[in-house]
């Protein structure tokens, strides 16, 4: 069984930066691109960011662009979200997910299988 746990959530300032984690166990890690997903109160689950399978494809909500990077140790077994030059409007309940299938990336929730139970991420202003 697949299992994500996230960690490095927090309240930080607008402007400051905070560094997710995500550890996967179960299954074959660097055979699956990974993603980041975001919900703030009363909206909908968003895309984040997504890497591929070695870490060489990424992509970005063009909300977060030049602001957030992810990266993965596929040695660990896990992914990173960076996010710097924090807004309050970043704040959200952060998921990583995996992504089920494909050779490309996916943006959308029903691609994505398994998921974390979610790290939350305050920045105030």
């Known amino acids: 069984q697949v299992q994500l746990v996230e960690s490095g959530g927090g309240l930080v300032q607008a402007g400051g930066s905070l560094r997710l984690s995500c550890a996967a166990s179960g299954g074959t890690f660097n055979s699956y691109f990974m993603g980041w997903f975001r919900q703030a109160p009363g909206k909908d689950r968003e895309f984040v960011a997504a890497i591929g399978w070695r870490g060489g494809t990424t992509r970005y909500a063009d909300s977060v662009k030049g602001r957030f990077t992810i990266s993965r140790d596929n040695a660990k077994n896990t992914v990173y979200l960076q996010m710097n030059s924090l807004k309050p409007e970043d704040t959200a309940v952060y998921y990583c997910?995996?992504?089920?299938?494909?050779?490309?990336?996916?943006?959308?929730?029903?691609?994505?299988?398994?998921w974390g139970q979610g790290t939350q991420v305050t920045v105030s202003s």
């Open positions: 997910a995996r992504q089920s299938t494909g050779r490309w990336i996916a943006t959308g929730l029903t691609q994505y299988d398994y």
